[in-house]
């Protein structure tokens, strides 16, 4: 009896190399091998089935979804701005292209001493990289195969003028001639300000200089060259027509100079000197800075009271006894008295720096007139053949007259003066020949009337005054008529009695 077991249908199934016993390895067993005891086992599970098409295709499909998510944000092939292609590149990194394809290029000034060259980057030169960029992929997107190998779009060069013209200087300074600014200054000869032009300089033109970098980013050129021979003119800061605005302004405010009391230029302030008060210097922006000295205007402000001031100027007006006024003999006149003046040369200083005014308006108190009223009226005695002329009661002069005869007498009571005359011919036979019991007296003067056909006048005819002599007028020596007629208004009272 073996000592090997034999598997079921061992008879049928011979042992062969694929059937060899395997080792605890996993090696086989050659069939010389040293014999060991084998027992029976049942035979191996079969094996599971490998689904390798499936595994294969996912890889596939990830490629797949990535080129399409890739045409989307990639800028289609073949597609350039100007002279920079970008065609495969995602915006941004189109963008930094454009950026660096310009910061490469240099300027060289043929017609300077050694070509000095410039770059882009010192220029101040950009571009809208980024918009460029964008407005690539939305004109060529990598998805629309149309739009593969497009003609290039345009891209501007913008320059900073001022950065450019520094490093310009920098690189070819003699290639510049600096401008010089107009100024202004006071002219003692015509007694007002005037203006000194401005001189144009001249440099290298700016434009000129981005147009050149224009024309390299257009081409694919990373070096340009640019002749300075023809310079350009650069033009002050502060013009000729600026500093003449300003001189016509500065003129305008010398002509009205000076201290104001409303309307009236109390004190007027000679042209030198108020243009001694101002500093006229160019703002840096092409005008000029206005400043006044406070300082300066104060010794004029310390004399102004003498000037300013004025007493009032009392009025007077006539009334009858009981205040009705008759006749205004001054209308009286308001003083005036200087007011504080401790903020004016600082006020007055910032008024001309501020708006070029030079009119001044000084702050004032008024000082109000009295006004005397003085009440008059006129007393004819015929006893004692005078007249009393009364003012506020109290009699001011006293004068001996002739009044009318018996046949003519003058009338009394209470009158008033309501006409006065410079000089008439008094009598109906004056003026009617035929008159029967009158009388003509020619050219008499100074008549007051104060009753019908009767008045206060001058009598040349006769010196017999302090007698009754007159036709019921009241006859007066011609001196002490004129001062009657002008002494007593419209209106003024008269008494007369015996």
């Given at each position: 009896?073996?000592?090997?077991?034999?598997?079921p249908?061992?008879?049928e199934?011979?042992?062969d190399?694929a059937?060899?016993?395997?080792?605890?390895?996993?090696e086989?067993?050659?069939?010389?091998?040293?014999?060991?005891?084998?027992?029976?086992?049942?035979?191996?599970?079969?094996r599971r089935k490998?689904?390798?098409?499936?595994?294969?295709?996912i890889?596939a499909?990830i490629?797949?979804?990535s080129?399409?998510?890739?045409?989307?944000?990639?800028?289609?092939?073949?597609t350039?701005v100007?002279?920079?292609?970008?065609?495969?590149l995602?915006?941004?990194a189109?963008?930094?292209?454009?950026?660096?394809?310009l910061?490469?290029?240099?300027?060289?000034?043929?017609?300077?001493?050694?070509s000095?060259?410039?770059?882009?980057?010192?220029?101040?030169?950009t571009?809208?990289?980024?918009a460029?960029a964008?407005?690539?992929?939305?004109?060529?997107?990598?998805?629309?195969?149309?739009?593969?190998?497009?003609?290039?779009?345009?891209?501007?060069?913008?320059?900073?003028?001022?950065a450019?013209?520094a490093?310009?200087?920098?690189?070819?300074?003699?290639l510049?001639?600096?401008?010089?600014?107009?100024?202004?200054?006071?002219?003692?000869?015509?007694?007002?300000?005037?203006?000194?032009?401005d001189?144009?300089?001249?440099?290298?033109s700016?434009?000129?200089?981005?147009?050149?970098?224009?024309?390299?980013?257009?081409?694919g050129?990373?070096?340009?060259?640019?002749?300075?021979?023809?310079?350009?003119?650069i033009?002050?800061?502060?013009?000729?027509?600026?500093?003449e605005?300003?001189?016509?302004?500065?003129?305008?405010m010398?002509?009205?100079?000076?201290?104001?009391?409303?309307e009236?230029?109390?004190?007027?302030?000679?042209?030198?000197?108020?243009?001694?008060?101002?500093?006229?210097?160019?703002?840096?922006?092409?005008?000029?800075?206005i400043t006044?000295?406070?300082?300066?205007?104060?010794?004029?402000?310390?004399?102004?009271?003498?000037?300013?001031?004025?007493?009032?100027a009392?009025?007077k007006?006539?009334?009858?006894?009981?205040?009705r006024?008759?006749?205004?003999d001054?209308?009286?006149?308001?003083?005036?008295e200087?007011?504080?003046?401790?903020?004016?040369?600082?006020?007055?200083?910032?008024?001309l720096?501020?708006?070029?005014?030079?009119?001044?308006a000084l702050?004032v108190n008024?000082?109000?007139?009295?006004?005397?009223s003085?009440?008059?009226?006129?007393?004819?005695?015929?006893?004692?053949q005078?007249?009393?002329?009364?003012?506020?009661?109290n009699?001011v002069?006293s004068?001996?007259?002739s009044?009318?005869?018996?046949?003519?007498?003058?009338?009394?009571?209470?009158?008033?003066?309501?006409?006065?005359?410079?000089?008439?011919?008094?009598?109906?036979?004056c003026?009617?020949?035929?008159?029967?019991?009158?009388?003509?007296?020619?050219?008499?003067?100074?008549?007051?009337?104060f009753a019908?056909?009767?008045?206060?006048?001058?009598?040349?005819?006769h010196?017999?005054?302090?007698?009754?002599?007159?036709?019921g007028c009241?006859?007066?020596?011609?001196?002490?008529?004129?001062?009657?007629y002008?002494?007593?208004?419209q209106?003024?009272?008269?008494?007369?009695?015996?």
């Amino acid at each position: 009896m073996t000592d090997v077991a034999t598997r079921p249908g061992a008879e049928e199934a011979p042992i062969d190399d694929a059937t060899r016993a395997l080792d605890a390895d996993g090696e086989r067993v050659d069939a010389d091998a040293t014999t060991q005891n084998l027992e029976w086992a049942p035979a191996d599970p079969p094996r599971r089935k490998r689904h390798w098409g499936l595994w294969l295709g996912i890889p596939a499909a990830i490629v797949a979804v990535s080129l399409v998510a890739s045409s989307l944000i990639l800028i289609a092939p073949g597609t350039s701005v100007a002279s920079v292609p970008v065609g495969g590149l995602t915006p941004g990194a189109a963008a930094d292209a454009l950026a660096e394809r310009l910061a490469a290029t240099t300027v060289v000034l043929t017609s300077a001493d050694g070509s000095p060259e410039v770059s882009a980057t010192d220029l101040g030169a950009t571009l809208d990289a980024r918009a460029l960029a964008e407005r690539a992929h939305a004109e060529h997107p990598m998805w629309n195969v149309s739009t593969w190998n497009g003609d290039p779009s345009t891209a501007a060069v913008r320059i900073d003028a001022e950065a450019a013209t520094a490093a310009l200087r920098d690189a070819a300074p003699t290639l510049f001639v600096d401008p010089v600014d107009a100024t202004i200054a006071f002219d003692a000869t015509t007694a007002g300000f005037a203006a000194t032009p401005d001189v144009p300089g001249s440099g290298v033109s700016v434009e000129a200089v981005r147009l050149a970098l224009q024309s390299a980013l257009v081409s694919g050129e990373t070096r340009v060259e640019i002749d300075t021979a023809a310079a350009v003119a650069i033009p002050a800061v502060t013009s000729t027509a600026s500093a003449e605005a300003q001189v016509a302004s500065l003129n305008t405010m010398l002509d009205t100079a000076g201290f104001y009391v409303g309307e009236e230029r109390t004190v007027p302030i000679d042209r030198a000197v108020a243009a001694s008060w101002i500093t006229v210097a160019p703002a840096g922006d092409g005008t000029f800075a206005i400043t006044a000295d406070p300082a300066a205007i104060q010794p004029v402000v310390d004399g102004l009271a003498p000037l300013v001031n004025r007493a009032a100027a009392d009025g007077k007006v006539i009334t009858d006894s009981g205040g009705r006024v008759l006749r205004e003999d001054a209308p009286g006149i308001s003083g005036r008295e200087l007011g504080d003046t401790s903020t004016v040369a600082s006020d007055f200083a910032t008024q001309l720096s501020t708006t070029g005014n030079g009119s001044f308006a000084l702050p004032v108190n008024e000082v109000a007139p009295v006004i005397v009223s003085v009440a008059r009226r006129i007393e004819v005695d015929l006893g004692a053949q005078r007249t009393y002329l009364f003012e506020n009661g109290n009699v001011v002069q006293s004068y001996a007259i002739s009044s009318g005869l018996a046949g003519t007498p003058t009338p009394t009571g209470n009158f008033r003066v309501f006409a006065h005359t410079r000089i008439q011919d008094l009598g109906a036979l004056c003026y009617n020949p035929e008159a029967v019991n009158s009388y003509c007296t020619e050219d008499v003067p100074w008549l007051t009337w104060f009753a019908p056909d009767i008045a206060f006048h001058g009598a040349y005819w006769h010196n017999n005054f302090g007698n009754r002599m007159s036709h019921g007028c009241v006859n007066m020596p011609i001196n002490v008529a004129k001062f009657v007629y002008d002494w007593s208004p419209q209106g003024t009272e008269v008494w007369v009695h015996s």
